[in-house]
């Protein structure tokens, strides 16, 4: 927002404010926004008092269970999303015949491609089923068969990408590869026969396809996007095909590492499986001082697999999501095999992610997409926070759980479930009108601009329906009252003032996490919630030196970000960020 914007919003909150307070608007007490009333003056509440400050136990301190839970993964990013294709201006120089097994003497790389930054951070392979790669990614039944504008099934049931109905199709490594990977999980989980044999057909189809359209090149595996291509918006994406993404290297190892660890395959197809998963391996071992190359190393000696690999050496999109998907890879690669070479990439590949976290990060905003635009991208946020805490899954490491937390609170998901409510607790609350979507979301040519303000008073606790909590531009997190009288306008969250009922944006960790509670015998409160609230209590705890408690979750609890601890005296009780200190990092 200009500058000379800003000043004309604040002049015209200032006229708002008066206007609101002259009217004395208020609200009836009851269970929801029902209608305006008359003013009502309510003393403030005197220092040292009850710290709930007007709002009854009952709401500040239960959840009720209904309306709680996560956001809804968004889709998988599109990496045709912006692009233009065209027929390809150059032969793409396919495999050709079956692969064959290796044969000693061929130039196969058995070392790193060169020495990079490492950090030592280790991979958990004994991590519960649902936790692993890919299996928060199912393909829904109804969608096995893909025919929208953009995609098709192909006579032989692979994915084709188009630009449009009528037009021709093309292979596209990244679609292929994640449909097949839905596939394996959902066939892992369906217990209809029928469709659990389809999924399995459609995942080996697409393996096939990868493996009979391959590129055999300095030892490697190469899986070619056979069509033109010129990003919209993202200078330096522009390719003649074929061209090769670091994405689809890494994000092939999974496919065919999974595919060879169903019972359901033959032993033939699994030797093929894990054939074909040494050659995409073998693609991250080729640096950048030959081509094909998907891998180098920056200036400052950190590694990267770029999904958009630059025309010149160490040059590309240095794309984040890009590659953490790969590293997926490597996590699959290292469990099934315990190789070295591929924990030290991922170690390699980690320690870039933990080094360039704060050149992905955009403060109390949407995170960048990558290095080289710094594009704030609020389709990809969400994924920013899903992929940080596979990599915290993953190595154990709580860098990666530090940096989930942090990006959840620069812009948390907006999604609510219906029934969701907020409390607001007897006083004056300030409402605002904001210049948004139609649906609440965020406009980039509005910018959340200002366009009205009022007070108003409730006598009483009372409670409003919400459809949305996010983060507005250049200011705190608010909620969108839904119905009654003041339906469409906004509050800001401030506990225990006006909240959001409920756990929302639950992070899971594992392993527990470490908190400290201060020394000094200062005072902390520490909460139980029920879900009527009876049974809730308030303890207040202090410690002469320093404590320590583990916890194991994180979530919005009545709209302040709280970790549960998870053993000891304090055992099922929530700790505000604020008040305690995360694995050496304040939190808050």
């Not at 084709?160 to 037009?167: F, K, P, S, T």
């Not at 997926?328 to 990439?345: I, K, R, V």
């Not at 979750?553 to 549960?564: E, T």
Request: glycine fraction near 10%.
């Amino acid at each position: 927002m200009s500058e000379t914007r800003s000043g004309i919003d604040r002049r015209r909150l200032i006229r708002l404010a008066a206007k609101g307070a002259a009217a004395g608007v208020a609200v009836a007490a009851g269970g929801t926004f029902a209608g305006a009333a008359g003013a009502v003056a309510v003393p403030a509440p005197v220092p040292g008092s009850d710290p709930l400050r007007g709002m009854p136990r009952s709401l500040a301190l239960s959840v009720p269970r209904g309306v709680n839970g996560d956001a809804p993964l968004p889709p998988l990013p599109d990496q045709m999303a912006g692009a233009r294709i065209s027929r390809p201006s150059r032969r793409i120089p396919y495999a050709q015949g079956a692969p064959s097994a290796r044969v000693a003497g061929e130039d196969v790389p058995t070392t790193l491609p060169f020495a990079f930054n490492r950090s030592g951070y280790r991979l958990v392979t004994d991590l519960p089923e649902h936790l692993r790669p890919w299996r928060d990614r199912p393909t829904r039944w109804e969608n096995i068969t893909p025919n929208t504008e953009k995609q098709f099934l192909d006579a032989e049931g692979v994915v084709q990408v188009r630009e449009g109905h009528g037009q021709p199709g093309y292979d596209q490594p990244v679609t292929q590869i994640q449909f097949a990977l839905g596939c394996i999980t959902s066939y892992r989980t369906e217990t209809d026969a029928t469709r659990r044999a389809l999924f399995l057909t459609r995942a080996k189809a697409q393996a096939k396809r990868l493996i009979d359209r391959r590129v055999e090149a300095r030892g490697a595996w190469y899986f070619p996007y056979p069509f033109d291509m010129v990003h919209a918006e993202h200078s330096g994406v522009a390719y003649k095909a074929p061209w090769y993404s670091g994405m689809a290297q890494g994000e092939a190892i999974s496919l065919f590492i999974q595919l060879s660890q169903l019972d359901a395959v033959t032993e033939e197809e699994r030797v093929l499986y894990l054939r074909a998963a040494d050659g995409a391996f073998a693609s991250l071992l080729r640096g950048d001082d030959g081509y094909p190359w998907v891998v180098h190393k920056d200036a400052a000696g950190y590694l990267w697999i770029q999904e958009y690999p630059g025309a010149q050496p160490a040059s590309g999109d240095y794309t984040y999501n890009g590659m953490i998907f790969a590293m997926f890879g490597l996590w699959d690669y290292y469990a099934a095999t315990g190789s070295e070479l591929a924990l030290a990439l991922y170690d390699g590949g980690a320690a870039t992610m933990a080094r360039y976290f704060p050149l992905l990060r955009n403060v109390r905003w949407h995170s960048y997409y990558c290095q080289t635009h710094r594009i704030p991208t609020p389709s990809y946020h969400q994924h920013h926070i899903n992929l940080f805490r596979q990599l915290h899954w993953q190595t154990g490491s709580p860098d990666f759980a530090h940096h989930t937390d942090v990006l959840t609170d620069d812009f948390p998901s907006t999604y609510l479930r219906d029934g969701s409510t907020v409390a607001f607790a007897a006083g004056a609350h300030t409402l605002y009108r904001l210049d948004t979507k139609a649906d609440g979301g965020w406009d980039k040519a509005k910018q959340d601009a200002q366009l009205e303000v009022k007070k108003v008073t409730f006598a009483r606790a009372t409670q409003a329906p919400a459809d949305m909590r996010r983060r507005i531009q250049d200011r705190g997190i608010y909620y969108r009252i839904s119905a009654g009288a003041y339906a469409g306008w906004w509050v800001g969250e401030t506990w225990p003032t006006a909240f959001l009922r409920g756990q929302y944006l639950t992070t899971v960790y594992l392993p527990p996490r470490t908190l400290t509670f201060p020394g000094g015998s200062q005072e902390v409160d520490v909460y139980r919630f029920t879900e009527d609230g009876a049974d809730a209590s308030i303890r207040t705890v202090s410690f002469a030196t320093p404590s320590k408690a583990p916890t194991d979750r994180r979530a919005i609890v009545n709209g302040r970000p709280m970790f549960q601890i998870s053993a000891g005296a304090l055992t099922g009780y929530w700790a505000a960020a604020t008040s305690v200190a995360m694995d050496g990092t304040v939190s808050g």
